[in-house]
Every structure is written in C-alpha cells, then in structure tokens.
C-alpha cells in the first residue's frame, strides 16, 4: 500500500520559516520525482516545487529564493524548507511523487498569519 505522510505545517507569523516533510512507503522512492503542490480556499492545486530522482530542482516563480526543495533517498523523505513565509502562502501542501504512476498525500495546513 502506498503512502505519503505529511508533517509540519501549522500556524507562523509573516516572515516565518516552516520545514514540511512527506515520508513515503510503498513505492520504489528513488525512482520517483517527488513534488509539493499548494491549494489554497477556493483555488486550483498549484505546483509549489518539485525534485528529480537526480536531485535536479524545479520552483514556482512566486517561492523562488523563498522556499528549498531536498530529499533523502535513505529515509524516503522529502523535505521543504519554507523561509521568509508570505500570508498568501497560506494553503493545504500536498506531497506528490510521480513517475508512471501518480501518488498525492493527505495535505498538511500552512497558515501564515500575524
């Protein structure tokens, strides 16, 4: 059985910094471009950052320089690293890891509110 598990969202000030994790089992991990995807009330689920098996990374322009994107192959992990964190970020994060086959997380709640 597949599963992505999400942690680390909650509430932060603007200007705050969160790290998400999504841990993964059931799939091979390191075959699989892993992705954090951003839905926000009433909005489209958005692509936020996405990681190769390769390590090569890719941001939407509105978290460039903002948030990272890294995975750990031994712990089929994959990390974001959200800093200087905007109230318009403020959305469920989803993990994603795709390569033939498409698997999405349950989401985890990122509320940057002063």
């Known amino acids: 059985q597949v599963q992505l598990v999400e942690s680390g969202g909650g509430l932060v000030q603007p200007g705050g910094s969160l790290r998400l994790s999504c841990a993964a089992s059931g799939i091979s991990y390191c075959f699989y471009t892993m992705g954090w995807y951003g839905q926000a009330q009433v909005k489209q689920r958005e692509l936020v950052a996405t990681i190769t098996r390769g390590g090569i990374t890719d941001y939407s322009d509105s978290v460039k320089d903002r948030f990272t994107i890294s995975r750990d192959n031994l712990k089929n992990t994959v990390y974001l690293q959200m800093n200087s964190l905007k109230p318009e970020d403020t959305a469920v994060y989803y993990c994603?890891?795709?390569?033939?086959?498409?698997?999405w997380g349950q989401g985890t709640q990122v509320t940057v509110s002063s």
């Open positions: 994603n890891a795709a390569t033939y086959d498409v698997y």
